[in-house]
């Protein structure tokens, strides 16, 4: 097993499309991690040109988009516009 790697966290206030949070969070408790250790995972996935997620992960993501109505996909990165309320 590989050894743990100390690191230091802070607390940020991203704002997130509100249905791709709850998805986020599903995703997180289905995968038993913290909403921020599955950003983390993501993002460093990212950096290196490689997919975060299995088939079987895939899959939940599927049906939790499904659940919380998020039909929003890469395409509409960077062409969103938060509503007055938001």
Known sequence: MDAMITVTRVQTGVRLEARLLKVLKALATELDL???????????????????????????VRALRAVYGLELTARDAHQLKETDDG
């Open 34 to 60: 913290s909403l921020g250790d599955l950003l983390e995972g993501i993002v460093l996935h990212a950096f290196e040109g490689k997919a975060p997620f299995s088939a079987a992960t895939l899959r939940k």
